[in-house]
């Protein structure tokens, strides 16, 4: 009898079940990424002194991202896995062409110019990392063993280094901490991660050394805004009075009154955050930090439907990088982090960051919706 | 360990996974909640004190912008300088009646209705307390009466500021180039602290190559103010430190007589004082005025020089491409006699053609009949095709390229203007990458009478003539004598040179046919040997912007101006102590004799005479 009703249940979903699934779109995943990206345009709207062409174009933009990640649902996750070492080997070089490039034009670089459009590999890269780990261990029991751990090692920090020299400190940050979540849900033993933080402790002071004028000024300014109150240090004051003022209800939509953020074009991307805080208040910084919660927790429940060891891995990666994402663009404007140039997923004016999150998405949608056994 | 003992325990990892995805989720909690804590002390605990901040009684940190360093010439002449400019600006949170002022004003002050409208849109863009321009650049009439009736205008204020002006205009256009508003995707590119406040940067020539030490650096006031915006007290200031001021190498005299005699033509007049190396005329003709561009150019005015069909933007002294002709026959002599592929004595036959071995295609001379048996200097001063189709066959294409490549050929030249380009000086490897062919014998010919594919820019040919004239010694072209700051005085890019080394006899035979060209009677510059008690040594150079086909006769008069051939001319003066090299190109002009030379005739005239007096 039991088994007759559930028997029954394969057999007559609903007619719309039907043909999401036949789109391979997440219900509740696409749902929660719609919303954000609605709150995306409420706030851009406001933050980018009520400009409809600011808004027309980040419409363009994530219409064109949702597509993508559509697109990527579609693909079957064995697909994935088969080109993980191809797609991570042309981010690789693509990486070095950028860095050629920028020292033949004698300047930073972080683009190829395509003609019609202008293509960054480090977001490539910020996919195919998490991809190629996880195609690599996937292949042996968990968790891994030392000389899989160096490997893994290895080919994180290939691509860590080559975006750190370009420079692009958040962005290398966000491939690090990508493919550490590989490592991290293979189940990489506590010891090591304590050891590793240790080490990382005890190199400070080199990393130090080797760090650019403006990435020392930057850290220097976090720890002591007051020393630089034009720049920087000015930047984070004034993000957290916006932040400050808004207390619990804010100032309503378009009620934003910290006009010093808005000489800066950061106030519609890397500290919108501060514009959205300002606003709608704490309640409404709330509102948007569970939305994100949510996000990540409907990413966690796809890792744990997962039957493949790949899947699992690669899923849960980009979950767990997505909330660092989020921290790390959170904690810089409400000044617990330093200021690395990291926007605020889904809600910042960009392109080439919602591409990305949303292709990220479209391989989690992928994974979801291809399951074998149901 | 082997990939084939290694059996997975699918029980035993999906739990290990689990445990990891809880474990996330509590790392994921944590920081969140940390997250909360500091929004919840931010805007709950300090909602007050940062409310005050923002609102009330608060301190604002306002950038003190640094006054912008003048540009002078040579002589001390003023070629950049910051004028006042008074615009009449509302702050909407101040006026009781917008209507009823605005329409108070446009009687008072005569202000035109679309002056009205453009503040009514500037006015919703903008910030609270923070005022728009109602007019732009108030005259002095409008200034005297606003001054009377301000009682009357709470909210309306007069706001000086410095504004860039260029008083030569476009006479010095390409050499000075001009300030502009800094947009967005610069604002990025810039030092966030020291361009905080400033509106305007360089955005060509001398002003965006010297951008940072014209800036100067900008101070900082902490300053008090009330919830109207207006200003309470002055808690604590750090001054500016004005920019730096520029002395060029520039004659700006001397650059206006260059300008006045290409009148007429589009082109380019370059000339290099021979004991420093530093520039004196750089013009490029048309120029443009660069003080619109200033306070932002109307897009029809923009649109109207860009569609201008004498592309007055385009800098043609730093830009320009043009087939050198005949004027690198002076490099090709010297090569010929520094690789001893020839003797100066040595006399060759000219027919009025050239004909490769074992090939019908006659290579021209310019002069049907041909010159008859020639030796260098005539071949120099009657610039004999023949003799350096010849002369480039026996040398051969790789020698001829390198031995130009060190007079500075086909590469930058280093001046300190941004944008210059490259030129080519076409070889071997060039031609088999960027066409696929093999380099054929008759290229090296008209290789050899600079026609083909070689390609200057006046720039190139004033250092390469100048190093001529200096005996080998190549020196980078400088515009930037020294920069004079409240620290001190510095050089620009300072004295850079290297040194080719050519046998003196072998410069003198070369000079020797160049002194001729203007001094003798067979010269092709003759005409400018008049009333003047110094030697010039010179070059024409015709350069074709029509390809001639076999046996067509090439007839002036009979095609159109735009077609006609470019006329160039290089010199220096005076012989026997170089002081000054001059190079002329005059798009269109037909003959380099008649009409490039008696402008570097001008120029070298003038230059000597004045400092003469000295």
Known sequence: ????????????????????????????????????????MIILYSAGSQDMDVLIRQIGRVGLAFLLMIVLAHIDPYQFKRYATILFGIGILLL?????????????????????????????IKLTTPMMIAWYLAEYPMPPKSRQLFMASVLIIVPTLLIAKQPDLGTALLVASSGAGVLFFAGLSWWIMGGVAAVLAALTPIIWRFMHGYQRDRVLTFLNPEADPLGRGYHIIQSKIAIGSGGIYGKGWLGSTQSELEFLPESSTDFIFAVFAEEFGLLGS????????????????????????????????????????????????????????????????????????????????????????? | MSKLYAIKDHILEKNLFVRRIVAALIVISLLTTGLIARLVYLQIVGHEH??????????????????????????????????????????????ANMDDTLQRLQTLLDVSNEEIDQYQKLRKRQKRF?????????????????????????????????????????????????????????????????????????????????????????????????????????????????????????????????YDALAGFNGAVVAIDLKTGGVLVFVSR??????????????????????????????RALRGLYPPGSTVKPFVALAGLEYEAITADQKLFCPGYYQLPGVTHKYRDWKKG????????????????????????????????SFMQKFGFGEKTGIDLVGEKTGLLPTREWKREKKNQAWYPGETLITGIGQGYLQ???IQLAKAIAALANQGKVITPFLVDKIVSAQGSSPGIGLNYNTVSVKTENVNSVIAGMVNVVHSARGTAKGINKNINYQIAGKTGTAQVLGIKQNAKYDEDSIDFKYRDHALFVSFAPVDDPKIAVVVIAENGGHGGSVAAPIAGQVIKQYLEDNHEN
């Open chain 2, 370 to 401: 041909g010159h008859g048996a020639v030796d260098m200097n005539q071949a120099i001063t009657e610039s004999c095709d023949v003799y350096f189709y010849r002369l480039a066959a026996t040398l051969g294409i790789d020698n001829m390229v």
């Open chain 2, 286 to 315: 048309p120029g443009f005025d660069p003080n619109p561009f200033v306070m932002g150019i109307s897009n029809e005015d923009y649109e109207a020089l860009q569609a201008n069909e004498n592309q007055p933007l385009y800098n």
């Open chain 2, 130 to 258: 923070v005022s728009s321009p109602l007019l732009l650049s108030m005259n002095d009439e409008q200034l005297a009466k606003f001054a009377v009736a301000r009682p009357y205008f709470p909210g309306v204020d007069i706001h000086r500021q410095l504004v860039r002006h260029y008083p030569y205009g476009d006479l010095a256009a390409h050499v000075v180039g001009y300030v502009g508003r800094i947009n967005e995707s610069e604002m990025k590119d810039l030092p966030l602290a020291e361009y905080r406040g400033s509106s305007h940067m360089g955005k060509l020539g001398i002003e965006l190559s010297y951008e940072n030490a014209l800036h100067g650096k900008t101070g900082y006031a902490e300053i008090e103010t009330n919830v109207q915006a207006r200003l309470l007290n002055t808690l604590n200031e750090v001054n500016p430190q004005p920019g730096a001021n520029l002395y060029l190498t520039l004659d700006i005299d001397l650059q206006k007589t260059a």
């Open chain 1, 286 to 374: 709330l509102g948007l930090l569970t939305l994100y919660l949510l996000i990540i927790a409907r990413c966690f429940y796809i890792a744990s439907q997962t039957q493949d060891t790949f899947s699992r891995l690669l899923a849960s990666s980009l979950a767990f990088t997505f909330f660092v994402y989020v921290f790390v663009n959170v904690g810089m404007v409400i000044g617990v982090l330093p200021v690395v140039g990291v926007p605020l997923p889904l809600i910042s004016y960009g392109g080439t960051s919602i591409v990305t999150l949303l292709a990220g998405f479209g391989i989690l949608m992928s994974i979801h919706t291809h399951k074998k056994f149901r």
């Open chain 1, 96 to 124: 070095i062409a950028v860095l050629i490039m920028g020292q033949i034009s004698m300047g930073a670089q972080r683009w190829l110019d395509l003609g019609f459009f202008r293509f960054q590999p480090s977001e490539m």
């Open chain 2, 50 to 95: 940062y409310s005050s901040l923002a609102k009330d009684n608060s301190i604002k940190i306002v950038p003190l912008v640094p006054t912008r360093g003048m540009i002078y010439d040579r002589h001390g002449k003023v070629l950049a300088e910051n004028t006042p400019s008074y615009s009449l600006e509302i702050i909407p949170e101040q006026v």
């Open chain 2, 456 to 458: 200057v820019t006046p």
């Open chain 1, 1 to 40: 009898m039991k088994t007759e009703t559930r028997h029954e249940q394969f057999e007559a979903p609903s007619v719309l079940g039907t043909f999401l699934r036949k789109l391979h779109i997440d219900i509740p995943l696409f749902i929660g990424l719609l919303l954000a990206c609605i709150l995306s």
